[in-house]
T-cell receptor
Framework: DADVTQTPRNRITKTGKRIMLECSQT?????MYWYRQDPGLGLRLIYY???????NKGEISDGYSVSRQAQAKFSLSLESAIPNQTALYFC????????????FGEGSRLTVL | AQKVTQAQTEISVVEKEDVTLDCVYE???????LFWYKQPPSGELVFLIR??????QNEISGRYSWNFQKSTSSFNFTITASQVVDSAVYFC??????????????FGQGTILTVHP
């Protein structure tokens, strides 16, 4: 099993619908992240959490919210999805003691029609 | 603020050619880490290398090599004798080891490498 698991892996939805992407990890890391990938733009940080009580906005947080339910779980929500939120979403974890390397999930491809 | 720029959007080579992917970064911190990730067509992100700002030694791993030069803020990646399986999107990334941006990995735009048989 993967250390960082994202569900769903693929989702097609309609404009205005609420969508939740879930992430769980077995690495025991306190730090978790949500990134969005768009062609030609690389990965951009949406939200990050350094522990269960710490949630921070990234560079493109508008239109998104997150919930850190436990050390191992970090969910990303789109309250009212719009077509320009069509993208590949990655969850990641890191151990600050180990030089900042991020461990990524396999990605969740979201299409908003 | 930190920034990573990969000047090449797409590169196309024929198998067995050598290819270099450029990466230039900007940061105000003196302690930072640089990374290269590979994203094959299947979509997952594969970690290739991490280099800290105090270690300017070049590194070689099989057909892969990395050239880190602080003087030009560059961390270039070379694939020797490229193979079709090297076809992927490659990302350069930077993370600061301190300050308010600690823990946040900043990515370049990615370079799409296509290796033709």
């Amino acid at each position: 099993d993967a250390d960082v698991t994202q569900t769903p892996r693929n989702r097609i939805t309609k404009t205005g619908k609420r969508i939740m992407l879930e992430c769980s990890q077995t690495k025991g890391h306190d730090r978790m992240y949500w990134y969005r990938q768009d062609p030609g733009l690389g990965l951009r940080l949406i939200y990050y959490s350094f522990d269960v009580k710490d949630i921070n906005k990234g560079e493109i947080s508008d239109g998104y919210s997150v919930s850190r339910q436990a050390q191992a779980k970090f969910s990303l929500s789109l309250e009212s999805a719009i077509p320009n939120q069509t993208a590949l979403y990655f969850c990641a974890t890191s151990d600050p003691v180990v030089s900042g390397e991020l461990f990524f999930g396999e990605g969740s491809r979201l299409t908003v029609l | 603020a930190q920034k990573v720029t990969q000047a090449q959007t797409e590169i196309s080579v024929v198998e067995k050619e050598d290819v270099t992917l450029d990466c230039v970064y900007e940061t105000r911190d003196t302690t930072y880490y640089l990374f290269w990730y590979k994203q094959p067509p299947s979509g997952e992100l594969v970690f290739l290398i991490r280099r800290n700002s105090f270690d300017e030694q070049n590194e070689i791993s099989g057909r892969y090599s990395w050239n880190f030069q602080k003087s030009t803020s560059s961390f270039n990646f070379t694939i020797t004798a490229s193979q079709v399986v090297d076809s992927a999107v490659y990302f350069c990334a930077l993370i600061n080891a301190g300050g308010t941006s600690y823990g946040k990995l900043t990515f370049g735009q990615g370079t799409i490498l296509t290796v033709h048989p």
